[in-house]
C-alpha cells in the first residue's frame, strides 16, 4: 500500500496509547499524525515522562511512515 491511509487526529493517538481494540484495524495502514496532534499529545500539564516518551516515538513512526 502506498501513501496515507489517513489522518489520526489527538482522540485516535490517545485510544492507541490507551490500547483500544477499536483502533487495531487502522494500524496496518500507513497513518500520519498532524503536528498541531503532536503539540496536543506533549503539551499536557504533568504528563508522565513515559508517556511522552511513548507519544513521541508514536508520532515519530506515524509521521515517518508515508
Known sequence: ?????F??????????HE???KTEPFL?????ASVISE???L???NIADAD??????YCK???SSN
Open 1 to 5: 500500500m502506498n501513501g496515507i491511509s
Open 61 to 63: 513512526i506515524a509521521s
Open 19 to 21: 490500547g483500544h481494540p
Open 39 to 41: 503539540i496536543e499529545l
Open 43 to 45: 503539551g499536557w500539564k
Open 52 to 57: 511522552k516518551k511513548h507519544y513521541k516515538n
Open 7 to 16: 489522518v489520526a487526529d489527538t482522540n485516535f493517538l490517545i485510544d492507541v
Open 28 to 32: 496496518d495502514g500507513n497513518v500520519v
